[in-house]
């Protein structure tokens, strides 16, 4: 996936949507708008009872700005594959 950030326009510290509360990203765009966010296997099996996951090993967690949980993939590549036929805008968590 192409990363377009311009890490020198704005300071991490000062980056607005570091700080925003699971309603305020909600509001952006609900449905519309989804991040990624690495995660271990345990963090998983605790959040998706239905599945089993290395507790160990990182996954890559898609889930819409209101919560819900999209997709888990065990690569970044598998990700963006995914991602290539939805209409979504993505935000990065760091």
Known sequence: ???RRNSDA???????????????FAALGGSAVAYIKP???A???????EAEFN???MYQLVM????TPLMVADTADAVT???GDKNLGLATLH
């Open 43 to 49: 963090l998983l099996s605790g959040m998706i009872h």
């Open 10 to 24: 704005v300071p991490a510290e000062a980056h607005p949507l570091r700080d925003l509360t699971q309603a305020q």
């Open 1 to 3: 996936m192409m990363d």
């Open 55 to 57: 507790a160990g090993e």
């Open 39 to 41: 995660v271990t296997g």
């Open 64 to 67: 819409s700005a209101d919560g």
């Open 81 to 83: 594959e995914w991602l």
